[in-house]
C-alpha cells in the first residue's frame, strides 16, 4: 500500500500512514486510527489535508539488488555473447544475443 503525508493546521502536526488508494482520509481521528496513534487534545473531527510528497523509488544499486527484484542484468563478453550476472542457480549464465544460453 502507498505512503500518504497528512497535516493538520489544528495542531500543526504531520503524520505518515499508508493506505489504499480509494481510501479518502478527512480527519484527525480517521488519521490517528490508521496511524494507530493517540489523537491526544485534538478534536477527532479536525480537518486534515494530503500533501504532495516525492515518490519514493529504489535504484537497484549491485547485481543482487537486481536479482532480488525480478530484473535480469546482461554484461556484454564478446560480439554476440553475454553474461548474466543475475542467472539463479541452474541457469545458463553465458547467452547469445537473444538471451538462448549458448551450446558446448
Request: glycine letters at 6%.
Amino acid at each position: 500500500m502507498p505512503l500518504y503525508d497528512y497535516f493538520c493546521s489544528s495542531n500543526n502536526q504531520q503524520l505518515e500512514v499508508s493506505h489504499s488508494m480509494n481510501l479518502e482520509v478527512s480527519t484527525w481521528g480517521q488519521l490517528c486510527e490508521l496511524a494507530k496513534c493517540d489523537p491526544g487534545d485534538t478534536p477527532a473531527d479536525a480537518t486534515v489535508r494530503r500533501l504532495l510528497s516525492a515518490p519514493r523509488l529504489m535504484k537497484p544499486t549491485s547485481d543482487t539488488d537486481y536479482k532480488n527484484q525480478g530484473f535480469s542484468k546482461y554484461v556484454r563478453r564478446d560480439e554476440g555473447v553475454y553474461e548474466n550476472v543475475t542467472a539463479k542457480d541452474g541457469e545458463s549464465r553465458i547467452v547469445n544475443r537473444d538471451g538462448k544460453p549458448l551450446k558446448d
